[in-house]
């Protein structure tokens, strides 16, 4: 299988020329049979890097540590879970397991299309094809996960303790999951450039690709801040580091897009800025895999140097190339002729959400990319860390969750002030009311106070609409409280399952808050002693030691500190933070300890412990934090997923109405028309 | 099934500018990367922090006469945390140190900062002392100074031409929508009788128009 597995590597690279050769060829010259045939090679490119894929897993399963890629990243005590999840741990097989979802999406891509867009199709597949050529060929001549040992070692290096969670076992195929779908919408918008068929109909296409992609960029992306937060040790679960900031840039710009797209829907307009929108997220995940894979930018989640970083900067700059020259070429038949009644409308509202969603997309980029450009003008390396983001992404971040809560209360087209007036007064009241209770508590942190009156104000935007919404079906339809708020989100999941993300957007905030009111302490205790250490909510903690054990677990030997933990006296229980130093086969140390902290977690906060190290066989040093509402922070993340799921879940095709349950009024009564349009 | 054609008439100065700033600007990224791509040699490799010894760099003073601390322990921890560790964990030094000893060299930078205070010297003889040793790479911030305010200031700058821009599409939208209004209602007095194809009377359509307005 190994052998079959390596054939098929080339086979499904050469599968992959052919596609993008006669895809292209077959619509410019208009030969449905060249057009249908790379299609074909485009499913036989999928088939055959599924193959190379098992063969793979097969070497990983087998321990043929003949190959460089087995022997380096698994080990024969390495568990079986983390033996199947080793085939994304190391370069060269993450980036075929990148090839695979980005052959079986074009497969899907074709095949859904077989039918429709067909003017766009060979271009399409022609796109995906080219894309899927360049993994291959780097791949096959870059970083080949087949690549042979001139010797066979007895053993494995093994997995990085670090890799060995988990959330980093989920982590990497959800970012992945989500940054190679941005291909598919990027090949929609090639096609529909070429062919200059640049209305709404390739944007419906692509809908669902780029909701499937952030999708899994918002699940990736949350996955990797828990990793972060229990694996590194750090007692935080964003860095702004520039492997983080790789997968967060396309994460922007898809929810721009996912925004804009419904002006263009519903309007017409902004043409020119969508097919911009795609083509830049696809452009940025290639960007983050080059800065991720290339060592550009130093970071503890970077891949190995190697030359693969030029092959990604060739495909960048080729693909950047081409795709100025399509839209520049083809500007006059993106102009559309706009019209706006009003300049305080919600489309212009979506606008400058697109504003504020680029800009702190420009600063991120701006500042990971800003030590490169330091040292390339004056030759001095600079740091731009954390402060930088939170001080320059902070308001910006603000300024977003205002308009989260501002779009929805905003009417299409025009907004009367009697409108606005009926609207806004409950939402704006939530989050006064927000900021005079927290004032009131002694809260005086104005970046929290902000925060958690802006999620007032949004809360109260989302609350007021499904209120209405629920209230309205319920006149109208007398069902129940449940019924008529299940229906109402069945009815119209684009705009409900949007509300679930903004409440989730809007937990998010408020967590990120909490961090303003962290406070950590450090101590070196003996058996038996104490570390006594106030919360930011007045509880009084007493943690006294347990002493230190040594005994050894699965594939490592561990080093554990454990204290018992009272809070104003109450008995919480025992936390327990590890040193773990992992071992191959013959008990050798493999790579440097690691620490595997303890948390005692809550809804108001977390109690972190990290054993930072053992002083002598009785005496350990801690770092205790007290991390408030963190718990929030993972809620968030699947609030926000699952609104995105409800958003992308496919509508029985007889209730897909703009109006949701509008479509089920009765005719004569148009009045009592309520919550029509998302 | 369309065939690709390049456009055939002949490119306008507007658009030889434009392709011409694209092609730059490709060419100017084109030759900023590879150049930072050569420049990384000391990299880490997956998930694993390796120390360079060239790394720390001691940063020594001698004590001052009659020295008294100008930094509590808490004042040192909030100093650290605006320090960059020169590992390349990406933290900075105070939550490098607390967060795992297999870094030798926060351990080692909190031992000099923590002496120099002992030495009698303020935060800001300390941070002189820091970047007079590292230069700035050992700041988590770039200064507000120089080339780097550009830093700071072009993303607030890119920001704001954004909403200048944003202003001016709206205002041009708005314009064209007055135009319009202007056109459909002389048509409408062109041809007064012309009728619609709605099966719904003035007042139907009124109600509807009000409701659709009233909810958004």
């Not at chain 1, 062919?195 to 692509?206: F, I, P, Q």
């Not at chain 1, 989260?404 to 006064?432: D, E």
Request: charged content about 15%.
């Amino acid at each position: 299988m190994i052998l079959v597995g390596e054939l098929s590597l080339w086979v499904a690279l050469l599968m992959a020329a052919w596609s993008s050769t006669v895809s292209f060829s077959g619509g410019l010259q208009g030969r449905p049979d060249l057009v249908k045939s790379g299609e074909r090679a485009m499913y036989a490119t999928f088939a055959f890097t599924l193959l190379a894929s098992i063969g793979i897993w097969t070497a990983l399963f087998t321990h043929d540590f003949s190959i460089k890629f087995v022997a380096s990243y698994t080990s024969t005590n390495l568990p079986k879970i983390y033996t199947f999840t080793a085939f994304w741990a190391g370069q060269a097989g993450s980036l075929l397991f990148w090839a695979l979802i980005l052959t079986s999406y074009s497969a899907v891509a074709v095949f859904a299309n077989r039918r429709s867009n067909r003017a766009l199709m060979p271009y399409v597949t022609g796109t995906l094809a080219v894309t899927s050529l360049f993994f291959l060929m780097t791949l096959a001549f870059g970083a080949n996960p087949y690549e042979r040992l001139d010797w066979v070692p007895a053993e494995g290096r093994g997995m990085n303790p670090q890799l060995q969670n988990p959330g980093m076992a989920i982590h990497p195929p959800m970012l992945y999951l989500g940054l190679v779908a941005t291909t598919v919408p990027f090949a929609f918008a090639v096609g529909a450039l070429i062919t200059r068929k640049l209305d709404t109909e390739w944007l419906s296409a692509v809908r669902r690709w780029a909701l499937l992609s952030w999708f899994f960029l918002t699940i990736g992306i949350v996955l990797g801040m828990w990793w972060a937060y229990v694996e590194l040790g750090w007692a935080g679960y964003w860095a702004w580091d520039a492997v983080e900031n790789s997968s967060f840039l396309p994460w922007l710009t898809c929810t721009a897009f996912l925004h804009s797209i419904m002006i263009q829907e519903k309007r017409g307009m902004l043409r020119k800025w969508n097919a911009t929108l795609v083509i830049v997220t696809f452009l940025l995940s290639i960007l983050g895999t080059f800065i991720t894979r290339s060592g550009i930018i130093e970071s503890v989640h970077a891949f190995a140097q190697s030359n693969v970083g030029n092959w990604f900067l060739g495909f960048l700059i080729l693909a950047s190339a081409l795709s100025a020259y399509l839209v520049s070429t083809r500007l006059n038949d993106l102009q559309a002729k706009a019209e706006l009644e009003s300049m305080v409308s919600r489309e212009a509202a979506f606008l400058y959400n697109n504003l504020v969603l680029v800009g702190i997309c420009f600063a991120t980029l701006w500042g990971t990319l800003f030590p490169i450009l330091s040292e390339w003008v004056k030759g001095d390396k600079i740091t731009v860390g954390p402060p930088f983001f939170n001080s320059v992404n902070g308001p910006l971040g603000l300024l977003l969750l205002a308009l989260t809560g501002i779009g929805p209360l905003i009417a299409w087209r025009r907004a009367s002030m009697t409108n606005m007036r009926r609207q806004f007064t409950f939402p704006v009241s939530a989050g006064l009311t927000t900021l005079v209770v927290l004032v009131g508590l002694g809260m005086r942190d104005w970046y929290a106070l902000m925060s958690y009156m802006l999620a007032g104000f949004v809360f109260g935007t989302i609350t007021q609409e499904f209120v209405k919404g629920i209230g309205a079906r319920r006149r109208m339809y007398s069902e129940g409280l449940v019924s008529a708020s299940l229906r109402l989100v069945a009815r119209n999941r684009r705009r409900y399952g949007g509300y679930i993300v903004h409440f989730g957007v809007a937990v998010l905030f408020c967590a990120f808050a909490g961090l303003m009111f962290k406070k950590d302490v450090t101590a070196t205790v003996k058996t038996g002693e104490s570390i006594a250490a106030t919360d930011a909510y007045g509880h009084d903690w007493v943690f006294t030691s347990q002493g230190i054990s040594s005994f050894e677990q699965l594939n490592r030997k561990v080093l554990a500190v454990s204290f018992a933990v009272t809070r104003d006296g109450e008995n919480m229980g025992i936390l327990s933070s590890e040193k773990r130093q992992h071992v191959n086969a013959a008990g050798e140390p493999t790579f440097e300890p690691s620490t595997e902290v303890g948390i005692l977690e809550s809804l108001k906060q977390d109690v972190y412990l990290v054993f930072t190290g053992a002083v002598d066989r009785d005496t350990a040093a801690v770092h205790i934090n007290f991390n408030p509402l963190v718990w929030w922070v993972w809620f968030g993340g699947i609030v926000m997923a699952f609104g995105g799921l409800i958003v992308m879940w496919p509508q029985a095709i007889k209730s897909e109405r703009e109006g949701g349950y509008v479509a089920e009024l009765p005719v004569s009564d148009p009045g009592a028309l309520v919550g029509a349009g998302a | 099934m369309s065939h690709f054609t390049p456009s055939d008439a002949a490119p306008s100065r507007r658009d030889f500018l434009r392709i011409t700033g694209t092609g730059l600007s490709v060419v100017a990224v084109g030759m900023l990367l590879p150049r930072a791509v050569s420049a990384q040699d000391e990299q880490p490799s997956a998930g694993v922090v390796e120390m360079s010894s060239d790394s720390y760099k001691p940063v020594q003073r001698p004590p001052k006469p009659n020295a008294v601390p100008q930094l509590t322990s808490k004042e040192l921890d909030a100093f650290e945390i605006n320090l960059a560790c020169p590992c390349p964990c990406t933290l900075d030094i105070y939550t490098c140190r607390t967060t795992d000893f297999n870094c030798g060299i926060s351990p080692a930078v909190h031992g000099d900062i923590k002496r120099l205070v002992e030495g009698g010297y303020s935060a800001d003889e300390i941070m002189e002392a820091m970047t007079g040793t590292y230069g700035d790479f050992i700041l988590m911030t770039p200064r507000k100074r120089g080339f780097n305010l550009l830093a700071w200031f072009a993303p607030f700058a890119a920001i704001g031409f954004g909403a200048v821009g944003i202003g001016a599409l709206l205002r041009s939208w708005r314009r064209n929508s007055d135009a319009g209004v202007k056109l459909r209602a002389e048509r409408d007095l062109a041809a007064p009788a012309m009728s619609t194809n709605l099966d719904a009377t003035p007042e139907e359509l009124d109600r509807l128009a009000a409701a659709l307005r009233e909810e958004g």
